[in-house]
């Protein structure tokens, strides 16, 4: 993928919009997603594994594109009497770098999106234990009124003796949608690896298909037009291609520091293209040179 990326003709007019002022910003919503991962068939760089799905294309952001488990903040995330395990909200704040209350929701979002499109749960009956299947028709049916906004988190937990085990996630990143967008989000990313015993569901009424897929594998995908990745996601897939475990992966992101990056648009005589970070263009070029052709 051309990291300064050459945007669709139907977006020149809305970037042109934005650049003289004539119209302003959407105010973002605050957004959370899990990059669930798993150990790959060998320990090379891109083998390990992370989970995909990919979204309608009839669905008003992100359409078709190639996304991880998450979605937007709900009111219900701000619960402060969730069951809580692990760093604290004010410790969790300090590293997202906003105050408690949103801190509380945007794990609590994370977890439970994650949960909704994938099956996957991080929670336990103790502090030091997790469910190890979520597979049975009493764990649809809650999941399905969580999805419907029938049930609320905390609630969910509370009726099965479970609490949020939240010292199994660890903050990667943050992005924030360009100004163009009519839909913005302030998206922070996180990781956490496949529970054991756990497995995944296609259970998401947003996409079309789900899969496991090496990191090498989607990038090669997304570079040879197989499959569809806003920038966020793929340059997440960039940075993680040289972590060869989820144990390395999670050791990496504690001792990341952690920046908001908000893609611009720039006008040429051709249109219009996205641009991103010059770590991340660089980062594009050497891994691009080390995938399978």
């Given at each position: 993928m051309d990291p300064t990326r050459r945007l669709p003709a139907h977006m020149v007019d809305q970037v042109r919009a934005f650049a003289d002022g004539s119209q302003?910003?959407?105010?973002?919503?605050?957004?959370?997603?899990?990059?669930?991962?798993?150990?790959?068939?060998?320990?090379?760089?891109?083998?390990?594994?992370?989970?995909?799905?990919?979204?309608?294309?009839?669905?008003?952001?992100?359409?078709?594109?190639?996304?991880?488990?998450?979605?937007?903040?709900?009111?219900?995330?701000?619960?402060?009497?969730?069951?809580w395990v692990g760093p604290s909200p004010a410790e969790w704040a300090e590293l997202l770098g906003t105050d408690e209350s949103m801190a509380r929701a945007l794990v609590c979002a994370a977890v439970r999106e994650t949960f909704e499109e994938s099956g996957v749960l991080f929670a336990g009956a103790t502090d030091d234990s997790i469910i190890d299947d979520t597979t049975g028709d009493d764990w649809e049916e809650d999941r399905r009124a969580l999805e419907a906004r029938e049930l609320s988190f905390t609630e969910f937990l509370q009726r099965r003796g479970l609490r949020l085990r939240t010292d199994l996630l660890r903050v990667w990143g943050s992005w924030l949608t360009p100004v163009f967008e009519p839909r913005r989000y302030r998206t922070t990313f996180f990781v956490a690896e496949l529970p054991a015993g756990q497995v995944t569901r296609d259970v998401s009424t947003e996409s079309e298909e789900v899969v496991w897929l090496s990191v090498g594998e989607a990038l090669s995908a997304v570079e040879e037009k197989q499959m569809l990745m806003l920038p966020p996601q793929y340059c997440t897939c960039l940075e993680l291609f040289d972590l060869t475990s989820p144990g390395e992966v999670l050791a990496v992101a504690g001792s990341r520091e952690i920046e908001t990056v908000e893609p611009t648009a720039a006008l040429d005589d051709e249109g219009a293209f996205l641009t991103i970070p010059d770590r991340l263009v660089a980062l594009g070029a050497a891994v691009k040179q080390r995938l399978p052709r």
């Open positions: 302003t910003p959407a105010e973002p919503r605050d957004a959370a997603t899990v990059v669930l991962i798993r150990a790959g068939a060998t320990p090379d760089p891109g083998a390990l594994e992370l989970y995909l799905l990919r979204r309608h294309v009839d669905m008003a952001f992100a359409a078709g594109m190639a996304v991880f488990p998450g979605g937007g903040v709900d009111p219900r995330d701000f619960d402060h009497e969730v069951a």
